[in-house]
Antibody, heavy 116, light 108 residues
Framework: EVQLVESGGGLVQPGGSLRLSCAAS????????MNWVRQAPGKGLEWVAN????????YYVDSVKGRFTNSRDYAKNSLYLQMNSLRAEDTAVYYC?????????WGQGTLVTVSS | DIQMTQSPSSLSASVGDRVTITCRAS??????LNWYQQKPGNAPKLLIS???SLESGVPSRFSGSGSGTDFSLTISSLQPEDFATYYC??????????FGPGTKVDIK
């Protein structure tokens, strides 16, 4: 059974940093693109970033370029999102997803709140 | 970046109604369009990929069509479990793979 479990969310002050993790199981992690999608409270979905199978291709939405970094650890079957210079508008539930053309598998999400 | 719009933003319908949601891309995306359903407190669920390919386990009352810039999701006979928010997403060429703003379907 495919499972994606996010962790690392919490309350952080504006300008601060946070690292999200996504533990993957039930599939061969190195065979799939992985993504981060976020949803601000009461708002719609926003595609944030993705990374290819071997970590050599990374894409980001413009609003997080230069602040967020996507990476993956094959020994731990984990995906990471390092978030720096956080802003109030980054407040959202962050979902980890699997896939490239479409996102069939989603985690349960982890809430990031940026507030003083 | 490709922008996505959806209409309507919300609709009220009754069980048994035929419901159609439209999605428009700011440029041609061929058939690279997905549809998701999200219920409150849950992660989104992929219903349809590549315009019209129904995911395993998704009821056949859901269907998708379109190409280029204009797409639609149709629910042929709305069921109680279909009341939710629906999002389209384009996955054309290279990321970012933007989502539409969503269409909330609630009970009339």
């Amino acid at each position: 059974e495919v499972q994606l479990v996010e962790s690392g969310g919490g309350l952080v002050q504006p300008g601060g940093s946070l690292r999200l993790s996504c533990a993957a199981s039930g599939f061969t992690f190195s065979n799939f693109w992985m993504n981060w999608v976020r949803q601000a409270p009461g708002k719609g979905l926003e595609w944030v970033a993705n990374i290819n199978q071997d970590g050599t291709e990374k894409y980001y939405v413009d609003s997080v370029k230069g602040r967020f970094t996507n990476s993956r650890d094959y020994a731990k079957n984990s995906l990471y999102l390092q978030m720096n210079s956080l802003r109030a508008e980054d407040t959202a539930v962050y979902y980890c997803t699997r896939g490239y053309i479409s996102n069939l598998y989603w985690g349960q999400g982890t809430l990031v709140t940026v507030s003083s | 970046d490709i922008q996505m719009t959806q209409s309507p933003s919300s609709l009220s319908a009754s069980v048994g109604d035929r419901v159609t949601i439209t999605c428009r891309a700011s440029q041609s995306i061929s058939r690279n369009l997905n549809w998701y359903q999200q219920k409150p407190g849950n992660a989104p669920k992929l219903l349809i990929s590549v315009t019209s390919s129904l995911e395993s386990g998704v009821p056949s009352r859901f269907s998708g069509s379109g190409s280029g810039t204009d797409f639609s999701l149709t629910i042929s006979s709305l069921q109680p479990e279909d009341f939710a928010t629906y999002y389209c997403q384009q996955s054309y060429s290279t990321p970012p793979f933007t989502f539409g703003p969503g269409t909330k379907v609630d009970i009339k």
